[in-house]
């Protein structure tokens, strides 16, 4: 990261940390490797501006939306429970509270039977995605920027669709054998977020709610 900026030629330059949430990455390692003084920093004739992590801004809730009715299809969302699922962690309270935002957006709409979230190590936890339902269907999406380990292996063998040791999910399409018959409920799993064409749009979204933001907020000229 340190490097990247000597590749660029624009004197105005926007940072768009491609993360669910602000947490040690975000508020520590990329600051310090841009050498940023705050939201905006003057140096070397740049104007280093640095925005937030696209999954906190609010069109993340349209991105859910969309992967979500894709994958369920014309299975009727009045008669789903969807679940956001996080990393979750007790070492930083931002690992949740970006899945919980959307949970609450996207509960107030009313399109799905119930909204949760859950977490992969914290409670609730994903593993009991079952009794924590309260309907036939179960949608679950996981908060994650990228499909890897998380997406592939570890949340599937939490759900109980993979078993522990087997060759990673990737390679046996996990994504596309929807639905699951398991526990008495139909379970419908998604890929990660993250990879979802939208978000280009998101990352462009934050950086307008950037300029917004540092607009209002800058003094006004003296007349």
């Not at 600051?31 to 696209?54: M, N, S, W």
């Not at 009045?78 to 962690?89: D, E, M, P, W």
């Not at 109980?160 to 399409?173: K, L, N, W, Y």
Request: aromatic share 8%; with cysteine.
């Amino acid at each position: 990261m340190r490097e990247v900026l000597r590749m660029v030629e624009s004197r105005d330059v926007y940072i768009v940390p491609n993360f669910i949430s602000e947490g040690y990455f975000t508020q520590t390692v990329i600051p310090r490797e841009f050498q940023l003084d705050g939201p905006i920093t003057h140096r070397d004739h740049r104007t280093l501006k640095y925005c937030a992590p696209v999954g906190s801004h609010a069109s993340m809730t349209g991105v859910i939306l969309h992967r979500a009715k894709e994958t369920l299809q014309d299975t009727d969302p009045g008669q789903t429970s969807l679940i956001i699922v996080g990393h979750g962690t007790n070492l930083n309270d931002n690992s949740a509270k970006a899945a919980k935002d959307q949970v609450q957006r996207i509960g107030e709409m009313g399109i799905y039977g119930e909204v949760l979230s859950s977490y992969m190590e914290e409670p609730p936890l994903i593993s009991a995605w079952d009794t924590m339902t309260s309907f036939p269907n179960v949608l679950v999406v996981p908060f994650f920027i990228a499909d890897g380990l998380h997406s592939f292996q570890d949340i599937p063998v939490l759900l109980g669709v993979e078993e522990e040791g087997m060759p990673a999910a990737s390679q046996r399409d996990v994504f596309r054998r929807n639905p699951y018959v398991l526990r008495g409920k139909r379970l419908y799993y998604a890929s990660a977020i993250g990879t979802e064409s939208m978000m280009a749009d998101v990352i462009v979204d934050q950086i307008e709610a950037f300029d917004t933001m540092h607009a209002e907020t800058s003094p006004q000229p003296i007349k």
